[in-house]
């Protein structure tokens, strides 16, 4: 009888009165999309979800929550749809709600990305009488004639995102329509939707070439006309997006354990615990919550496949040069290829001659540029091009030539140490344009690298990357594979 009565005291305070009326999970550190719907579509890749929560399994009528989201980005990068539905039980209340979302991206550079999101759906309320033993039969709950009503519902959600620090705030059930379960009986029960307010704040440390990555996490959960504030504060770390765990605390009622794995890439499997802390925790023993998880179109390993594409094409480039050189030791000792050395040798004093040129070019247009510089006619956001610092494909390495032009840049912004510039790389249409997009982070961390091995402060250098995006000559490849750099700061 004692479990009884505070078990309908927690579920009748938290489901009746102006409180916390959406479902209280603990995976959303792993499903983002599940709290803000300004997250629908932000991974790369499709995903669906499945919840299944159990909370206080050892009261009768303890709640029950179950839920499941699927969303993707569309073939526009910054467009995400989403949807979800889920279903809450307590007791002889129940609830089930619906939302179709769309979420929009807007870049303001590579690093700061802001994303809006609203959602449209319905929520259906459900009183089940069937096991109520009344002491008072005249009990207006108990008049009602239709326990079973349907409303509308609608969340906004807004999330921004500053390299690896991120923000959101969501508002679930921002209409706060009232819902009358007898509209014809004036003493019948109104279900009272709450405008909610959720503030999330989350930062990625980075360890062990990204492979180790921690998170701390602070969630504030705001129901305006009820006492205090909800918030939760936890870290977790994940080892190459394969397995991860962590705590989290959760004011006023428990310390919650989490972990969870990745299964053949694609599938997702998580658990969380929660172990109550407050003064119910006798009565209420823990919580279970399991997640069950398919991303699909790609998913977060694909990013390590990467990089183990990229080491392969580098391991099979080191082989060519190997074979490349075998072949110039044979040609070498072979008579009948004289002729072709020499020609060879030709078009090798012709490509010098060129690259003589180039440097003499880039020379002269340097003396503008200091000279411009000088007289503070340079503008920020001036773009100069390397004459000779060109790649030769699937290749980030400088050669002799490229060093002769950077070695310039790197003498002109030591006499001017107020100057702050990007480097850009660039690549050819051939291959992927997410292969092309690392080429070209690599070709220019190449560039950045050695002006620092030569003194310069790497807060005056910031990366760009640009892939294939930005070609200069359609019927030239070799031009298109370049590195140029861009006026910061004078």
Do not use: C
């Not at 009261?59 to 995400?80: E, M, W």
């Amino acid at each position: 009888m004692k479990k009884l009565i505070i078990t309908l005291s927690i579920v009748v305070s938290g489901l009746l009165a102006q409180a916390q009326q959406v479902p209280l999970l603990s995976h959303y550190y792993y499903n983002q999309f599940v709290w803000n719907p300004a997250l629908a579509g932000v991974q790369k890749y499709g995903q669906a979800y499945m919840i299944y929560r159990n909370q206080w399994n050892s009261l009768p009528g303890a709640p029950i929550t179950k839920a499941l989201t699927l969303d993707g980005p569309l073939k526009s990068k910054n467009v995400g749809l989403g949807a979800n539905l889920y279903q809450d039980n307590a007791g002889m209340f129940a609830r089930t709600g619906g939302m179709i979302s769309y979420a929009y991206g807007i870049n303001f550079s590579e690093d700061s990305k802001l994303r809006l999101g609203m959602g449209l759906g319905f929520i259906d309320n459900r009183l089940n009488l069937i096991d109520a033993d009344p002491k008072h039969l005249g009990d207006p709950l108990l008049q009602t004639s239709n326990n079973n009503k349907t409303g509308f519902d609608a969340n906004f959600g807004v999330n921004y995102t500053f390299k690896d620090l991120n923000v959101g705030l969501s508002i679930p059930q921002v209409l706060a329509l009232d819902i009358k379960y007898d509209a014809s009986n004036a003493k019948a029960p109104i279900y009272r939707s709450v405008r909610h307010f959720q503030v999330n704040a989350s930062y990625v440390i980075k360890a062990m070439e990204d492979k180790l990555k921690i998170t701390p996490t602070a969630f504030v959960r705001i129901t305006p006309n009820t006492p205090g504030v909800q918030y939760d504060i936890s870290a977790i770390a994940s080892y190459r997006d394969f397995i991860w765990g962590g705590v989290m605390y959760r004011s006023t009622y428990a310390v919650s354990l989490l972990a969870g794995t990745r299964i053949n890439k694609q599938f997702v499997l998580g658990y969380a615990y929660d172990l109550a802390v407050n003064s119910y925790k006798s009565y209420t023993n823990g919580a279970h919550e399991v997640i069950l998880g398919f991303q699909f179109g790609g998913s977060a390993a694909d990013d390590d496949e990467m990089k183990k594409r990229l080491k392969g094409i580098d391991d099979r480039l080191d082989n060519d040069k190997i074979r490349i050189d075998d072949l110039d030791s044979r040609v070498k000792t072979n008579t009948d290829d004289v002729d072709q050395l020499k020609k060879d040798t030709k078009n090798n004093t012709d490509v010098n001659t060129r690259q003589d040129d180039d440097i003499n070019l880039f020379k002269k247009m340097f003396e503008e540029f200091k000279s411009k510089l000088g007289k503070g006619a340079v503008e920020v956001g001036d773009v100069y091009e390397f004459q000779n610092v060109h790649f030769a494909t699937n290749s980030y390495e400088l050669s002799t030539e490229s060093v002769t032009e950077i070695n310039e840049l790197v003498a002109l912004m030591k006499e001017n140490p107020a100057l702050k510039i990007e480097v850009s790389g660039h690549t050819d249409d051939r291959g992927t344009p997410e292969y092309n997009q690392r080429l070209s982070e690599r070709r220019s961390k190449a560039v950045i690298d050695f002006m620092v091995s030569k003194g310069v402060t790497r807060d005056r250098l910031k990366v760009a990357n640009y892939g294939e995006a930005k070609p200069i000559k359609s019927d030239d490849l070799a031009a298109n594979r370049r590195v140029e750099f861009k006026v910061l700061e004078k």
